[in-house]
């Protein structure tokens, strides 16, 4: 507000400041021979200029309204009473030229807020075409009875103020002037703790209040109040707060309006806390729309969701699939242990089937061992049968129930929209029957609606329990492969890779043993052993070699390790757990697709693990389609060279080119080259031409077990592995 006077020492002015208004000097001599006798008047005084800015007041009048007086000449008369507005008070001192003066009563606003009646009578002073206002006003609220300052001698506020206590929310006047702001004239204490906001603070500014509606609904109680300040309709929204104490709660907003003289519109509202009566129709809802054992979505709120997903695909002419999946066998595990475990069995089924589904997919239980599953936005029906072998071989894991270990398997009806059926329930009964059929074609198995049925069958069931055997009796094994410096021919770098001897097949290849940990969900237990393993490794290597310079294995992640921070974490705390481990003794290999996928979750976990001080190795570079810009934006530390290229490098001078392209562009970006699939000499010379930094392969050593490696790493500190000859190299081209 700006400063109208400043005065000190009940001093007058003659120029009030902030106007043009300039007291004649007898005139503020007068006055000031009276000061004395004014600040002993019993009643409040102000004087004021024709403006209505105070440029006088006594003792009585700071004293009754808790201002100093320097605070006092910083105000107007509106500042002080929220009832009589400034035309009203023109209107009086008009009054008070003609009848010599008006009397009239009012409200005072304290300080601190509060109100109390007054009686004021207007004088005027006119000198020379000057007018100073004299205003008296008196305290009447211990000169009325009782019952008439509780009933209509009350001003309208203090009557709101004592209903406000007996009621269970928070009483409230508003105001919206003709350009549309919205200003709150009074509200209950209550208000603070309905709405964790002060009063005072809301007359102020009302986005004290309203900046704490959330944001989805802030917009609505604003439209609702100018449609009801259009309309003259009452003003009802209910919408959510963030209360300092209570975190979000509900709260409803009733309110009556009413037109002011003045043309604006003034509400008489009611806020109260609704937060326990949404909980409740929460409550109901979910009741109504969900399974009361597994908490998914029943066959209610199925129906309502799958038809939202057909109108979704039809607009973007995308596949949707519906899965309808029955359990194989459920019956005599309630026939054989009981409800309880059957129940059981259900929920951590539910949860398995949850966790596999995209974010935009549903999963419903519509009875007894019957689920639904909804598929949307998919590009082909390839994704489809991906996610159906995912369901079979999470719902064929054991499940352990009170010690007992529950096996079942599932079988699958799928239906397609639009190329099976077109609404809802026609969709629903053509994955039915596909259900059917593929329980009826030996179980265990997903088939497609109509004449393109596709039987297919889960992975081979005894080969994954042999795997989870092993990974629980940590029976999979790591081979070590080294990395060669071709400047020096010294093995400071090695690769991780696993290998698991099955007891009766042998070894299993890595091109199924991964695909198969990763179906079936072992993936991570599968890397965490390979992990756990390449650390002792390390370890055991750099003690050997204690001459500074560190030793370092690379380790392989799948990209399904990277569909959750917990794989990350799990490493992060291994390598706080393991304080003799540098984090520099560890080295992580990605696919090109990791870097094209560009998931804020996957760069998160790349870059916690950099800044522990793991490098990053790109592996298989070529086979993708990675860029200048992803090689800096993700700041990779090494490209290894697909075997692919190097394969014909001596002879094919496409390969050769496109290797040499391959190790200029890095060496410019400061990354270092590790050439794979090395097996003779002559690779390993033009390699070493061009620059390459490593080489990895057959020529120097095949994986091997962690024995064999270790000698083999001792053995090249005394007796590098031989460097090729680069004029050899030269003659022979």
């Not at 539910?350 to 936005?377: H, Y």
């Not at 001897?501 to 199924?512: C, I, T, Y």
């Not at 120097?700 to 001792?714: G, Q």
Request: charged residues 20%; glycine residues 6%; negative net charge.
């Amino acid at each position: 507000m700006p400063k109208h006077a400043t005065a000190s020492s009940n001093s007058l002015q003659n120029q009030v400041p902030g106007t043009d208004t300039v007291l004649p000097q007898n005139l503020v001599q007068q006055l000031r021979l009276k000061e004395f006798i004014l600040d002993q008047v019993t009643d409040a005084l102000f004087l004021m200029d024709a403006q209505l800015c105070f440029i006088y007041v006594n003792n009585e009048a700071c004293r009754a309204l808790q201002y100093s007086e320097e605070e006092l000449l910083d105000l107007t008369l509106a500042d002080i009473d929220p009832d009589t507005t400034p035309h009203m008070t023109r209107q009086y001192r008009e009054q008070a030229l003609t009848g010599g003066h008006v009397t009239f009563q009012t409200r005072h606003r304290r300080r601190d807020g509060s109100l109390f009646p007054v009686e004021i009578k207007i004088s005027n002073v006119e000198y020379e075409g000057q007018m100073v206002s004299i205003a008296l006003c008196r305290n009447i609220a211990n000169h009325l009875p009782s019952d008439q300052i509780s009933q209509e001698h009350l001003p309208l506020q203090e009557r709101l103020s004592r209903l406000a206590e007996v009621v269970p929310g928070a009483l409230f006047t508003l105001q919206r002037n003709q350009l549309g702001h919205f200003s709150m004239h009074w509200a209950a204490d209550k208000l603070v703790d309905i709405a964790g906001c002060w009063p005072q603070d809301a007359q102020q500014d009302l986005s004290a209040l309203t900046s704490c509606i959330h944001p989805e609904d802030a917009k609505a109680w604003h439209q609702a109040g100018v449609k009801s300040a259009q309309t003259l309709h009452p003003w009802h929204c209910e919408f959510r707060l963030t209360h300092p104490l209570h975190g979000l709660v509900w709260l409803e907003w009733r309110a009556t309006p009413a037109r002011t003289p003045q043309g604006n519109v003034s509400w008489h509202g009611f806020l109260h806390n609704i937060s326990e009566r949404k909980q409740h129709e929460s409550r109901l809802e979910f009741m109504a729309n969900h399974d009361t054992l597994t908490k998914l979505p029943n066959r209610t709120l199925l129906t309502d969701l799958l038809q939202q997903a057909i109108n979704q695909s039809h607009r973007s002419g995308s596949l949707l699939a519906v899965l309808f999946i029955d359990l194989d066998g459920f019956k005599p595990i309630n026939d054989q242990h009981g409800h309880e475990m059957g129940d059981s069995t259900l929920i951590e089924l539910a949860k398995r089937m949850s966790r596999l589904l995209r974010a935009g997919d549903t999963v419903a239980r519509i009875g007894g061992d019957e689920f639904v599953i909804l598929l949307q936005g998919l590009a082909n029906p390839q994704e489809c049968e991906h996610s159906a072998q995912r369901l079979l071989y999470a719902i064929s894991e054991p499940v352990s129930v009170d010690g007992h270990q529950v096996m079942l398997s599932a079988s699958i009806g799928i239906a397609l929209y639009p190329s099976d059926a077109s609404t809802a329930d026609s969709l629903l009964r053509c994955a039915d029957e596909a259900m059917y059929a593929a329980k009826h074609n030996g179980r265990n198995q997903y088939m497609y609606f109509g004449n393109g049925a596709r039987p297919t069958s889960c992975i081979d069931d005894n080969l994954m329990r042999d795997l989870r055997q092993a990974l629980l009796q940590e029976q999979i094994e790591v081979y070590y492969q080294p990395i060669v410096c071709l400047s020096s021919g010294k093995v400071h770098k090695a690769e991780a890779l696993v290998r698991w001897k099955h007891p009766h097949r042998g070894f299993v290849s890595p091109a199924e043993l991964i695909p198969m940990a990763e179906e079936a969900g072992l993936i991570h237990a599968l890397g965490t052993q390979v992990f756990h393993k390449a650390v002792q490794t390390t370890l055991k290597w750099n003690r050997a070699c204690p001459d500074g310079v560190l030793r370092c294995i690379s380790v392989n992640r799948s990209p399904r390790e990277f569909r959750s921070h917990d794989a990350t974490d799990h490493w992060v705390t291994h390598l706080y757990n393991t304080p003799e481990v540098s984090a520099g003794m560890l080295s992580l290999e990605i696919t090109e697709g990791m870097l094209l996928n560009n998931r804020p979750e996957v760069l998160a976990q790349l870059e916690l693990l950099r800044t522990m001080g793991m490098t990053i190795a790109l592996d298989d570079f070529g086979t993708g389609y990675s860029s200048l810009s992803y090689l800096k934006k993700f700041d990779i530390d090494y490209i290894k060279i697909d075997k692919s290229f190097v394969l014909d490098i001596v002879d094919d001078p496409a390969d050769r080119a496109i290797v040499e392209s391959i190790i200029a562009m890095a060496r410019r970006l400061g990354i270092k080259l590790i050439a794979e699939g090395v097996e003779t000499q002559a690779q390993a010379a033009l390699l070493a031409a061009a620059h390459c930094d490593f080489a990895q392969g057959y020529l120097y050593a095949r994986p091997m077990p962690e024995s064999d490696f270790l000698d083999f790493v001792r053995a090249t500190e005394t007796t590098p592995v031989p460097v090729p000859s680069l004029l050899h190299h030269v003659h022979q081209t």
